[in-house]
């Protein structure tokens, strides 16, 4: 009790700071638009940010509302073009620095949230005047109501997920076509300089071999022979460049006998623990795959390991994988090893990778790939519970007749005036509740069929819609 | 003797093996295209050898392989030679896990060398055993850390490399340049240093030594 009272006396000590603030800033904001002095623009948001910040925080600890901040999110730093300039709309500029002013203006100023902030500034300081005698009488209370208020104009709103999550999707996506090109790019020049180049010399050393084939046939059979050499060595190359694009045995085996094969081939001495009761889609395989090949190489390579350990799990629909290994420890993603491919690659599926590596080791990765699994194996899909089958059942099974015979065809006998009444039940009935009965037997057996249709369909709606929203959107 | 099934589904490549086979003195009493097709003609036909594709619809994964595994587990011993567009030690190891023998692993370029090839084709048929270099450098390779293995001298490694292959003393002393009582001390020494008991069987003898490679790694 104490605690709340001592909580309400702070926000309204707050108003101290608050008040001044809210002049300044609104005098600010004047000066910007009306008189062009721009530059005051940002500082005015950044400190309303903080204290809709702070407002937030202490919310979100004294009272059970979390708040989440409504911002979209920061434009990515300028970068230079092919010429090394700058570029914001038509104007190229040697220094990043007025391009970035430029987008960060355009931010703060697009962002809906800047003026909802601005507008809680105004009205906050009324809002706590109104709400004070519950304050004083009722503090729980009092605060549970002030947090609505403030999760109204300064919480996240539908639109600002889903645009910080149109941004979200916006650079894995890029993250993921790059990383493709970049493979594209490599394949390319392993076929252009290996395979393409030994079959030229491989038909040029046939024509010289038919060449000669009557004049000299001793050399000519040695040529030949020496094509034969150089189709094996091609060969060789191609299977190289194969692995290097999608392993066979991954194709063939799928993910676990993959890793088996890479922990026989690889020089440490590797455990492998797989746990996965079917095959995973082929994307998923393949970034996995790389992800470990990636990690036990540079294992056997930097860190001086003797051995490792990969474990390779289900949680649900997610996907984890650790790796382990007993080497010097100390890896760092900034240093540049692979660890950054590694990310960019599982940042297609919106993977996660935790690194522990202290300096004299262990070394543990750990990878998160959340929802990856098909759901049919997650073992979640939910089946519907018996009473509702049967419900549902029972539904189809009878929506049919106050709907047709009951409905309908009673309306059409009473409309024509048809003496027959056989089973209708409307038309046994005194006249004044015959139209009533015919309305509410359709009525009724509209409701059944919508009901027998709805029931499955909402039975998973919460998994249905959380997967059509890779970052739960509508769960939170 | 020598009859033979072949299990490929390209066709130039079915073709080809079925011509260097009948070249050579086979009689090709099948040419499957498909895993079911080949289980069905493994057992029912009981070749005195098979030459297996790994990959073969309807899956086009590891089918020929699968096929050959299972055919050998209610034959034992059935002589089937696995070819590969690529050789995996797992492979390698499931093929060698049953201890017997008439197993054979290739690289579908070592077909290029028709004379190997086809000495390859009727060590398997006899119930020895072709192991492809590939893969005998990575079962040692893995091995490479135990301690017996890394006892042995250069001498005696390629020794083993050879009849890890499936060759006889006869063809080792001929590729390596040795006379025939040289290569049989070193392999009673690669026996001594590996603890395995001294056989005088050719067959036995790489049987042995791949169980050998299989065990650890």
């Known amino acids: 009790m104490f605690r709340r009272y001592g909580q309400v006396t702070a926000l309204l000590a707050l108003l101290v700071v608050q008040v001044p603030a809210t002049l300044l800033s609104f005098a600010m904001l004047f000066l910007a638009i009306a008189l062009g002095m721009v530059f005051l623009f940002p500082p005015q948001v950044r400190m309303v940010r903080r204290l809709a910040e702070l407002n937030r925080r202490l919310m979100r600890e004294w009272t059970s509302v979390p708040i989440e901040a409504p911002y979209l999110p920061k434009p990515p730093p300028p970068v230079p073009g092919p010429d090394g300039m700058y570029r914001s709309d038509r104007t190229l500029y040697k220094t990043p620095r007025v391009p970035a002013w430029n987008d960060r203006w355009k931010w703060m100023l697009t962002d809906p949230a800047t003026w909802r902030d601005d507008l809680w500034l105004a009205v906050d300081p009324m809002v706590k005047t109104l709400l004070l005698p519950l304050f004083v009488g009722l503090p729980e209370q009092g605060l549970r109501l002030y947090a609505l208020w403030s999760d109204l104009t300064l919480g996240a709103t539908a639109a600002s997920r889903l645009a910080s999550q149109v941004s979200h999707l916006k650079r894995t996506r890029n993250l993921a076509t790059d990383s493709q090109a970049a493979e594209m790019r490599r394949i390319e020049r392993d076929l252009h300089d290996g395979a393409q180049a030994r079959l030229v010399a491989i038909g040029m050393t046939l024509g010289t071999a038919e060449q000669l084939m009557d004049g000299d046939p001793a050399a000519a059979k040695a040529l030949l022979a020496k094509a034969r050499e150089a189709s094996s060595e091609t060969l060789t190359e191609l299977r190289r460049v194969i692995r290097g694009i999608h392993p066979p045995v991954l194709a063939e085996r799928g993910l676990g006998d993959a890793v088996r094969a890479l922990a026989m081939d690889s020089p440490l001495q590797v455990r492998v623990e797989v746990d996965l009761p079917h095959r995973l889609e082929a994307p998923v395989e393949a970034a996995v795959y790389f992800a470990i090949s990636e990690l036990l190489s540079n294992a056997a390579r930097h860190g001086g390991a003797a051995s490792a350990t990969v474990d390779i799990s289900t949680n649900g629909p997610d996907l984890r994988i650790t790796v382990t290994d007993d080497g010097m420890g100390g890896a760092d993603p900034a240093k540049g090893s692979g660890l950054a491919g590694i990310e960019r690659r599982l940042a297609a599926f919106d993977g996660l990778l935790a690194l522990n590596s202290p300096p004299g080791g262990p070394t543990t990765v750990t990878m998160h790939l959340p929802r990856v699994l098909p759901d049919h194996w997650s073992g979640d899909l939910g089946r519907m519970p018996r009473w509702k089958m049967i419900l549902v059942g029972f539904l189809w099974a009878t929506a049919w007749c106050p709907t047709f015979p009951q409905g309908f065809v009673a309306a059409i006998f009473k409309i024509f005036q048809i003496d027959e009444k056989t089973w209708f039940l409307a038309l046994h009935l005194p006249g004044p509740w015959q139209w009533p009965t015919i309305i509410f037997m359709i009525l009724l057996g509209v409701t059944m069929h919508t009901m027998a249709i709805r029931i499955p369909a909402t039975h998973n709606r919460d998994r249905w819609l959380a997967e059509a929203t890779p970052s739960r959107l509508w769960c939170s | ?217």
């Open chain 2, 1 to 217: 003797m020598n009859r033979v099934l072949i299990a490929e589904d390209l066709y130039l490549l079915r073709d080809g093996l079925v011509h260097l086979l009948q070249a050579h003195g086979f009689s090709v009493v099948g040419a499957v295209e498909s895993g079911p097709e080949l289980l069905k003609g493994l057992l029912e036909l009981r070749p005195d050898v098979s030459i297996v594709d790994v990959r073969l619809p309807p899956t086009f994964t590891d089918e020929g392989l699968q096929a050959a595994l299972a055919a050998r587990k209610s034959v034992p011993g059935l002589p089937i030679l696995v070819l590969s567009q690529h050789v995996e030690q797992l492979y390698a190891r499931e093929l060698l896990a049953d201890g017997s023998g008439g197993i054979g692993y290739l690289l579908k370029d070592r077909v290029f060398n028709a004379e190997q090839f086809i000495d390859a084709v009727r060590r398997v048929a006899v119930g020895g055993t072709a192991m492809d270099p590939e893969v005998i450098a990575k079962l040692l390779a893995s091995n490479a850390r135990h301690e017996p293995l890394a006892a042995l001298t250069p001498r005696e490694r390629d020794v083993l490399e050879a009849m890890a292959e499936g060759r006889s003393n006869a063809a080792i002393s001929q590729r390596l340049h040795l006379s025939e009582s040289a290569v049989a001390k070193h392999t009673a020494n690669i026996f001594a240093k590996l603890g395995l008991a001294p056989s005088d069987d050719d067959n036995r003898r790489v049987l042995a030594v791949l169980a050998y490679l299989n065990s650890r790694g």
